[in-house]
């Protein structure tokens, strides 16, 4: 993760997916809703430990060099779609020869209805080490602590078991509509934004037929992220 400097000013930012954590790419769509589109201050905010009055207060020249280097944020983050990651050595697997457990279904839609992108909990219900069983041990000694290593990862490590759920779950049919809607509306704010920016002259020093290429890359990623039938 490079420093961006000039003269007093300085934003350590992400340079690519890989250095956006699960925790961090929720709290980017968690500044999208049906109603407003973030500010490119407000990205950069959650993206950097600043805040927006320090941003604003930023030189714009320095903000440029900054947003030339978010232009990854148009491109896919993982379109792999699998039940099984490997975190230090240890494989996480999401179970398909088994229908959801009643005790998940119900676990998983109670978080959803608290926070719908509450990802880390999900994934810490659902994708457990092939031995462990979801039950009240699991919850007590074991639950908390898979949250937080969940959060932890990058986007780019946890998105194929998110694709994994969105493509081939098929056993909670309300859980997978709820949260496959949520993520393809985040998606298309993310492509309407960066299609604005272009007009709005955000970015102006990033390539404009790269980034309309990249969108157009990006567009066709939400065409995959459908339920099966």
């Known amino acids: ?9 300085e934003f350590n930012i992400p ?4 250095d956006i954590t699960l925790t961090t790419f929720i709290q980017l769509q968690s500044l999208y809703n049906e109603e407003t589109k973030p500010s490119i201050q407000q990205i ?18 320095v903000l440029n060099k900054v947003i030339d280097k978010l232009a990854y944020l148009s491109t896919d983050i993982n379109n792999t779609v699998n039940n099984r990651i490997t975190i230090d050595n240890t494989d996480y697997i999401i179970n398909t020869t088994e229908q959801l457990k009643f005790g998940e279904y119900v676990d998983v839609q109670t978080v959803m ?11 810490g219900i659902i994708c457990r080490k092939e031995d462990e069983v979801y039950d009240d041990d699991y919850i007590a000694n074991t ?26 779950w ?35 020093k990033l390539h404009l037929n790269s980034r309309m290429r990249k969108l157009k890359k990006l567009k ?8 099966q039938p």
Do not use: C
């Not at 608290?114 to 999900?122: G, T």
């Not at 066709?220 to 339920?227: F, Y």
């Open 1 to 9: 993760m490079a420093k961006k400097q000039n003269k007093t000013y």
């Open 15 to 18: 340079e690519k997916w890989d």
């Open 44 to 61: 950069i905010g959650v993206l950097s430990d600043k805040t927006i009055e320090e941003i604003n207060n930023t030189p714009a020249i």
């Open 113 to 123: 209805q608290a926070d719908k992108n509450n990802l880390p909990a999900i994934l």
């Open 143 to 168: 639950l908390n602590d898979r949250i937080d290593m969940f959060s932890k990862q990058p986007i780019t490590t946890v998105q194929p078991l998110i694709n994994f759920f969105l493509h081939k």
């Open 170 to 204: 098929q056993t909670s049919p309300v859980v997978m509509t709820q949260f496959s809607e949520n993520l393809i509306t985040y998606i298309n704010q993310l492509v309407t934004h960066i299609e604005n920016s272009v007009p709005d002259g955000i970015g102006k």
């Open 220 to 227: 066709k990623s939400i065409k995959s992220i459908s339920l």
